[in-house]
């Protein structure tokens, strides 16, 4: 490959990076993902910047945390002005497109990108709003609750199935395109699926690879209410757990289909892999995720937390400038953007004072890395903002409302003992406030997060009184350019077509 590489970005939806310790764990049944482990650079200590879709989408989209896009929730907008990986590299003179899930909330639906192949499965406007002046409130028509946990099992088609399958099959048609077309530009393709996020619902096939599966039962089992941290009894209560009774059946049943849709994505990631081989072209290939996912660890579902479940996400660049190698050293998705500018030989000067995360290119070839790990969360189940540093083998985790937390993550990995008022490590603990301190004014955060909220909640309420307007993305086909019109000639049209051609 000469001159700036091709990029494709496959992404997925609550993928708990605990599973990807070295590339996927051994048990899965994930043949294509393991073999793009094997020539890739593998972080395995990786983590979201935020753990929830949007925000953890934009900031990964932006290098800069949801304090500074703004986006904090799942129906914050995302500002038009805001450069992305998309703008920076459209900028230099790259192809831009997205196949499927970003969860841009707001009318701009692009956001850098130059086509948009499918819409967005979740909501464009601003109906999803927490509001912290109404604590402890629960808005039961779009908040989890535990029905994803006791409906879990087989179906054939659901409504996630449908949208993956269509983000896959376009993606692979747009592989294609890009090999027989005229446009000589190097090309960015990013492909975003929405599994295995729950409902926890696999096709049979997937689901029986799962039958004898070791790891079905959670490693830390649920505790009391009482047992947990405040925060966590917040997101117990914001998932209506007192209205469900959570069997172990239930939970054998959600983590096996959440295994299956794993394997279900590796199939369908295999299909664009294999559209890249049979067209001869090549690329960076990273692979992530937006968030994790608890799968029943604690008595804990889903995301909305710092616990490694939750924050930690797979994260693999494969590149032939890079060599294949396992990263111990903590990352973020804050560092994509960043990462993908170097990559294609962008500059980043102009920008670089705006980004909260850093290039992997120098960590990827043995570099060591000192900035710690930072992470924001100021979505539903909270009541003012969480933020959170992972540095070196240490978690620190500061909310005004509740005590702080201090993880030793190499001596205590399932965060079973906070040390934050062990008298030994307070020289920790004082050392990470300060850091803490030095980044985020909680004060000043709670208030704009209220701010954003407030405005955001008159603007919905209006919007849908009378006519109304989606801002919901609608893929637009030209038909009159596809196939065979009478504009064309059809020896040029068959010819162009055709790949490889002449053979």
């Keep these: 490959m000469t001159g700036p590489p091709n990029i494709l970005i496959l992404m997925v939806d609550q993928l708990n990076g605990t599973l990807f310790p070295d590339g996927p764990a051994a048990w899965l049944h994930t043949p294509n993902l393991s073999r793009l482990a094997r020539r890739s650079v593998r972080f395995a200590n990786a983590y979201t ?13 932006s290098g800069q945390l949801p304090r500074r896009t703004g986006v904090y929730d799942n129906a914050a907008e995302f500002r038009s002005d805001i450069p992305t990986y998309a703008h920076h590299l459209r900028r230099a003179g790259y192809q831009t497109c997205l196949s499927g899930k970003m969860h841009f909330v707001g009318p701009d639906q692009l956001h850098g990108f130059e086509e948009r192949l499918t819409t967005d499965i979740y909501p464009a406007d601003f109906g ?7 604590p402890g409130e629960r808005i039961d028509w779009w908040y989890h609750n535990m029905g994803s946990v006791t409906g879990a099992g087989v179906a054939e088609i659901s409504n996630q199935l449908e949208y993956d399958d269509e983000v896959a099959f376009h993606a692979a048609q747009k592989v294609y ?10 090309w960015c393709l990013t492909v975003s699926f929405t599994h295995p996020h729950d409902p926890y619902v696999a096709r049979r096939r997937y689901w029986d690879l799962y039958a004898d599966c070791g790891h079905l039962d959670p490693q830390v089992p649920a505790m009391t209410y009482e047992h947990h941290d405040p925060h966590a009894r917040r997101i117990f209560d914001a998932n209506d757990w007192r209205n469900y009774d959570i069997s172990d059946d239930d939970i054998r049943r959600s983590r096996r289909a959440y295994f299956a849709n794993i394997s279900y994505l590796d199939e369908k990631i295999g299909e664009i892999l294999g559209a890249m081989e049979a067209t001869r072209q090549e ?15 604690r008595g804990l579902w889903f995301k909305m937390n710092f616990y490694e479940g939750s924050a930690r996400v797979p994260l693999m660049i494969a590149a032939p400038t890079l060599s294949p190698c396992r990263v111990e050293a903590p990352v973020s998705t804050l560092d994509l953007c960043p990462t993908l500018c170097e990559m294609a030989g962008v500059s980043t000067d102009e920008v670089a004072p705006w980004f909260d995360g850093e290039s992997l290119v120098a960590v990827a070839g043995g570099e060591e890395r000192s900035a710690p790990v930072v992470m924001e969360y100021a979505a539903e189940a909270s009541e003012s903002p969480l933020v959170s540093l992972r540095y070196g083998r240490w978690k620190y985790t500061r909310c005004t409302l509740d005590p702080d937390q201090l993880f030793d993550l190499e001596a205590d990995p399932l965060e079973l003992t906070n040390l934050a008022e062990e008298r030994e490590h307070q020289g920790t603990r004082t050392a990470l406030r300060a850091k803490s301190e030095s980044r985020w004014d909680l004060d000043a955060f709670d208030a704009e997060v209220r701010a ?6 008159v603007v919905y309420e209006a919007l849908r009184q009378g006519g109304y307007y989606p801002w919901d993305y609608q893929p637009l086909q030209k038909a009159s350019e596809r196939y065979m019109r009478n504009h064309m000639d059809l020896n040029v049209l068959e010819e162009s077509k055709r790949f490889p051609r002449g053979e």
Excluded: K, N
Aim: hydrophobic share 40%.
């Design 128 to 134: 999803w709003t927490p509001d912290y002046r109404r």
């Design 177 to 186: 395109d890009l090999a027989r077309g005229s446009d000589a530009r190097p």
């Design 49 to 61: 910047a935020s753990p929830l879709c949007a925000p953890g989408r934009a900031s990964f989209m």
């Design 283 to 297: 690329a960076v290939i990273v692979f992530l995720s937006d968030h994790g996912d608890m799968l029943g660890e």
């Design 452 to 457: 954003s909220q407030a405005r955001r909640l």
